[in-house]
């Protein structure tokens, strides 16, 4: 039964079959066909601890959030707890994969041996400030994260993959996990450079490198002679003489991938952490997915935009690579006006979801036609679950509510394969948009990040803007997309902005995104592309300004909205674009040294 207390997607998973939930792009992420529970996010009030007496595994995060787990009957009775006010499921993640120094203004805060540095500005490499990565991992062993002597300059690992250990226990209550301190970690390399230990036993092991090189951009340290400048600025960290902190997201089973929930978990250790060691903190999230209203009201985002005013913290999130997908499409609906919406589905694709975001005032109906010709629909505006088949292929609709924190409602179609084939139909879908009542008009369609989908499923009209992802829209965080700096242009992979509340400017800023070359698992250097190495130049900008405002005196509040302003203020211009900010790339590119006040 459907609980105004749960998210539409939460509900909805609850309403399908257990086959259906399994063979769906998002509605069974969250829970556990194993165990048959459920992992969720909520937001509470007074005491949720004291439900632990009933099983429920609760999880306390900062400022009143909690992950749950819980049996399916229990997701009832916490629904109507008083102590609960809403609850979401978590939602799978994804990796935004796809010469920056000197094009980011590095290069003239730290070259040069003049006490003061060149032209008068400081000498800044990070020192005393924290970087936290939350990603795939890190090679423990590679030398971009050791120092001279060949101690590491990992703080802390917590590695959410491996299984409890009473000589790593869990941090902060959480319950699942290892951490390690650095005379760990010391320890642990130590005893694998002497045959003692295999890989295996040393933490976060980093099977993507996708960690390893967003770590190497933001913080890693010059592994070669001080004399060899060309290597030394090819591969040296923005900043690397700062600390690191890592959290290697996931599960420790083998179909493990992040989740909402452990990147929660995640932020939250490197807040608590960064208060602990009394030190400014920096975190860098290089990852997203495209599902959700792009408004910042999640209790994801929602839950970043609080713990970013605790302590000395920044927090920095890539928007994401699906600028160029063709996963977005918006309009504006008129009355007596059919829209019509045209999906291609590409041969063998096994599972597909749309998303549809409009102001709940607007009252329309949804016709699906496949590509056969056969016509599902119309869908009305009915609350709950809706369901057709055709042409082999299982249509599940579902018409959501507005939250108690935002007023948009979403329509959730999920497609399914139903006959043996195990394949939805393809070639072109169109969905119509049939106007019953329109008081705005304005809709906006999502479909599941592209890197699940087999090439050129996409929206045969798509609209690129408003293409960032989640939880890159939320409001308090510094939102970062890609450029090229060989070429000064931007790079059409990056996520656009702005936000579905077209007053909040996202991306801030952009940074070099294309051909970075950064540590790889193994010792050695790599080149990639994508906003996930953009994101850790501006982790290592923010180091250097916290580093120059509190360790060095200067300013003892830069951190959080002051870092994003000084680093908006900092930011140049690129050619082609004569108006800012603007959805490509904000208020413009990194250059960390305009950004320091004269």
Known sequence: MDNQKRENLLN?????????????????????????????????????????????????????????????????????????????????LFFADVAGRTASCVDELQLGNIPGGIDGLPQLYGRGVVIAVADSGIDVLHPAFRNVDGTTRILRIWDQTKALDE?????????????????????????????????????????????????????????FAEGDLQNLRRTRGVAPASNIIVVKMGVPRPDSFPRTTELMLAVDYCVRTGIALNLPT?????????????????????????????????????????????????????NNMQEKVELAVTS??????????????????????????TVAGPFESILGMQQFEAEGTEILLYYGEPSPYSGAQEIYVEFIPADETGYISSGIWNVRLIPRRIIDGEYHM???????????TRFLRPTTDTTLTIPSTAEKVITVGAYDSALLSYADFSGRGYTRVITRVKPELVAPGVNIFTAAPGGGFTTVSGTSFATPFVSGAAALLMEWGIVNGNDLFLYGEKVKAFLIRGAGPLPGFIEYPNPQVGWGALCVADSIPD
Request: charged content about 20%; glycine content about 10%; aromatic content about 8%.
């Open 446 to 456: 999502w479909l599941p990040e592209s890197s699940v989908l087999n090439l050129n």
């Open 12 to 92: 909805f998973a609850l309403d399908v079959t257990d086959d259906e939930r399994a063979r769906s792009v998002e509605l069974g992420v969250g829970f556990d066909e194993e165990t048959q529970n459920w992992e969720v996010i909520v937001r509470y009030v007074g005491d949720i601890l004291k439900y632990r007496a009933d099983g429920i595994e609760v999880v306390p995060l900062l400022s009143n959030y909690a992950i749950l787990r819980l049996s399916e009957e229990q997701l009832d009775y916490i629904s109507d707890l008083p102590e609960i006010a809403y609850i979401e499921k978590p939602k799978r």
């Open 167 to 223: 000589e790593h226990p869990a941090p902060f209550d959480y319950g699942r996990g290892a951490e390690y301190t650095a005379d760990q970690i010391n320890e642990l390399i130590r005893e694998f450079e002497a045959g003692e230990i295999g890989r295996s036993s040393l933490p976060a092991i980093d099977n993507s490198g996708h960690g390893t090189a967003v770590a190497g951009v933001a913080a890693g340290s010059a592994v």
């Open 348 to 373: 063998f694709e096994t599972k597909l979801s749309l998303q549809i975001w409009k102001n709940y005032a607007d009252e329309f109906a949804i016709l699906l036609i496949a590509p056969g010709g």
């Open 282 to 334: 920096v975190i860098n999230l290089s990852i997203g997915n495209t599902y959700g209203s792009h408004d910042g009201t999640s209790l994801l985002e929602t839950y970043l935009d609080t713990v970013s005013d605790l302590g000395r913290t920044t927090i920095i999130i890539g928007s994401g690579n699906e600028g160029a997908a063709a996963g977005h499409t918006s309009g504006v609906l008129q």
